[in-house]
């Protein structure tokens, strides 16, 4: 035993040197007015303190006054500690324990640097395994750190919990590291317990693993009271797995900013509770990754329903499970940006409310989501990524609800059919809506109106198939949004309104290569506004099947009228060159059930039938004539000219491979080239340059 007391003054310095192994039970060096140092070294064996204390600092009666030493205990071997204390009512000095080939084991006892003012830090290195009682740093106005690093080990620190916490000051980061081996710990606690006014924050909380790292307790970074802020929990295997299933995860604050909390792990993530929200701040970021499967079993947290917060980022090529209760406090949720997931699954069947945040979803393969999602204006995106130049199925079976908040969904194909996509608002203007699939597009109603603001846009994309869809509405107050759909086949729709109460109406774009049906076309401007635009190109047949009354009190299947002005209303189909003709008031094969209006002086009334192409005003009929009729009208009945120049006319009318075709069937020629406005036939190409042929046939001439 070494003991050196001054009773009213301050404690001397312990020194302790050795070239082998020290075997010590006792040191103590204390005084009212401070402690000393003690030092313990060996240079080439071991040291063991393991049969009693060493107590540096003041004892229970002196507490009042002073400050702690520093103790410092160095071997090339292996330690072993029972009690380290070094306390003082003013401060308390360090703990700095080091092997430099040996392990640490100080499961015996406990490390403490407590204080009633600021505590002092604990250190400990080994070039092997770390293996821990209780740790504490606590100081009522701020605490030291706690760093453990094994070299080449692990650390195993479930005989005790670590703690840095503070009352009313800043708490102490606590850094875990084995770059070699796995992590252990029970509870560990950097967090505040501050008063109501308190101005005191989190410690942040890092483990560095080679291997696993397995939370037994719960690790708490967060601030209960007062305007202090969380500290970040940082969590890394670079080989193995996370697991903190066994216990919480918080870095929440109660009115300031809380603390992020990041997992990243080679292998999987099981997690339980994870909370990073603020009741009166903004919420911090969630961040996981994992090669392979996330799976939280708890409530997750985040966000604030005062200020929103960051995110909640998920990523793995794996599966993601996702518990029950999602209070998400109008952050965002962010899931398979970095690496798209294989699924999502949700524990319960119930809504999702992101309550202002934004919802993305990434996947590599399918997804079905069963989940009613509501953001309050928030972005949905859900994404099946490119795999091999193919996108993941898309299968929406819920509604979906944004209030303002752009849909976008991405997919191989998407179906829809039993999900109402809503992102109208009447606090402001509608979001848009994308929905984009490489083979057919499904969808039920979707929804971008805007009772007070402008209506937002609708965009439908099949770049091979075929797009069906419900109602489109884009109806604003302040102006219609924007509807347009393409496809490689077909477009069934219902009806389509993008007309405004007040100001401009929206344009209308249809465009598939094969036939168009839809119930009507509502593109009306309000009081002060023109109508907009209706652009309809069909290779094949377009219907109208449905009608309503107008502003102008006409019945029709397209209006695009307006109280400021009229719209446009373009028809480019192709019953002319089939001998079918297009029917004002007959939807059956070609036509629509109702008029045709931009005014109350322009409109196409039934019954009127036009086999070839008609304008009237800004109402245009586009389509070709049985063009082999034609070259048989204009051609000699003798075998065809060996070559024969052909001028057109600009129209804007895209037919140019159905003219093609027609021309090679009857002169007997193939894979002719194209030019704009003159171009010259003959048995082997046609010789101009080859370019989109927007026009028909005029007039011949030059027959050689």
């Known amino acids: 035993m070494i003991s050196v007391v001054k009773g009213n003054g301050t404690g001397g310095t312990i020194t302790v040197n050795g070239t082998n192994n020290i075997i010590i039970g006792y040191v103590n060096s204390s005084g009212k007015l401070g402690g000393g140092d003690i030092n313990l070294t060996s240079t080439q064996g071991s040291i063991d303190t393991s049969a009693g204390d060493l107590n540096d600092g003041i004892i229970a009666t002196t507490s009042d006054n002073g400050t702690g030493g520093a103790i410092t205990v160095e071997a090339a071997g292996d330690i072993i500690t029972a009690d380290v204390l070094t306390n003082g009512a003013e401060g308390s000095g360090k703990i700095t324990i080091t092997t430099s080939a040996g392990v640490i084991n100080t499961s015996a006892g406990t490390l403490s640097t407590a204080s009633s003012s600021q505590s002092g830090a604990v250190s400990l290195e080994a070039s092997d395994d770390i293996i821990t009682g209780n740790i504490s740093s606590f100081g009522e106005l701020g605490s030291g750190e706690i760093n453990l690093i094994s070299n080449s080990g692990s650390i195993n620190a479930t005989g005790g919990f670590l703690d840095t916490s503070s009352v009313d000051g800043q708490s102490g980061n606590i850094t875990l590291e084995a770059s070699a081996g796995s992590i252990t710990t029970n509870t560990v606690k950097a967090g505040l317990a501050a008063t109501d006014a308190g101005t005191g924050s989190g410690g942040n909380i890092t483990f560095k693993a080679g291997g696993d790292v397995i939370a ?3 690790i708490f970074a967060g601030v209960s009271f007062g305007e202090g802020f969380g500290g970040n929990i940082t969590i890394t295997s670079s080989n193995g797995s996370i697991d903190t299933s066994a216990g919480t995860l918080n870095s929440s604050s109660e009115n300031g900013a809380s603390g992020a909390i990041v997992l990243d792990a080679a292998d999987e993530i099981n997690a339980s509770a994870i909370d990073s929200s603020s009741t009166n701040g903004s919420g911090g970021k969630i961040d996981l990754s994992a090669g392979n499967q996330i799976t939280i ?123 109402t996509l809503d992102s109208s608002s009447t606090t402001g ?16 109603t979707l929804n971008a109106a805007s009772t007070t603001s402008s209506g937002g846009n609708i965009s439908l994309e099949s770049q091979t198939g075929a797009v069906e869809s419900g109602d489109l509405i884009a109806t604003g107050e302040t102006g219609g949004g924007d509807v347009t759909i393409t496809a490689r086949d077909r477009i069934i729709t219902q009806e389509i309104d993008t007309s405004s109460l007040s100001e401009n109406g929206g344009t209308v774009k249809l465009d598939p290569e094969n036939g168009i049906q839809v119930t009507l076309i509502n593109a009306q401007g309000g009081t002060e506004g023109t109508g907009g635009t209706v652009d309809i190109t069909t290779e094949q047949f377009f219907q109208a099947t449905g009608t309503f009354t107008d502003q102008n009190n006409i019945i029709a299947s397209i209006s695009t009228a307006g109280g400021a002005g009229e719209g446009t209303i373009t028809i480019r189909h192709d019953g002319g060159a089939r001998g079918i003709s297009f029917d004002v008031g007959d939807a059956t094969i070609n ?61 804007g009318f895209p037919l140019e491979e159905l003219f093609t075709r027609e021309f090679e069937k009857y002169l007997g020629i193939f894979n002719p080239s194209i030019n704009t406005k003159v171009f010259k036939i003959s048995a082997l190409s046609w010789m101009e340059d080859c370019v989109p042929f927007p026009y028909w046939l005029s007039t011949m001439a030059n027959n050689s």
């Open 591 to 651: 036509g629509t059930a109702g008029a045709l209006t931009t005014s109350a002086n322009n409109s196409i009334l039934p019954f009127q039938s036009f086999l070839g192409p008609y304008s009237q005003g800004a109402i245009s009929i586009i389509t070709a004539p049985d063009f082999l009729q034609e070259l048989q009208r204009i051609l000699p009945e003798a075998d065809p000219p060996s070559s024969l120049t052909v001028t057109l006319l600009s129209r």
């Open 429 to 444: 203007a509608g979001g848009n809506i994308s929905l984009m699939a490489e083979n057919n597009l499904l969808a039920r």
């Open 216 to 218: 037994e307790a719960d």
């Open 297 to 419: 079993s708890d409530a997750i947290r985040f966000g604030s329903t005062d200020k929103g917060g960051d995110s909640l980022t998920l990523n793995t090529s794996g599966e993601i499970t996702l518990p029950e209760t999602l209070s998400i406090g109008g952050a965002d949720i962010v899931a398979g940006n970095i690496n798209p997931l294989s699924n999502l699954v949700f524990s319960s069947d119930e809504s999702i409310n992101t309550e202002g945040g934004s919802l993305s979803l990434t996947f590599a393969e399918g997804f079905s989501l069963n989940n009613a999602i509501s953001t309050r204006g928030g972005d949905l995106s859900v994404i099946g990524a490119k795999a091999q130049l193919r996108a993941g199925a898309i299968t929406l079976q819920s509604p979906i609800d944004t209030d303002g908040g752009t849909i976008t969904i991405t997919g191989n194909t998407i179906d829809a059919i039993a999900a």
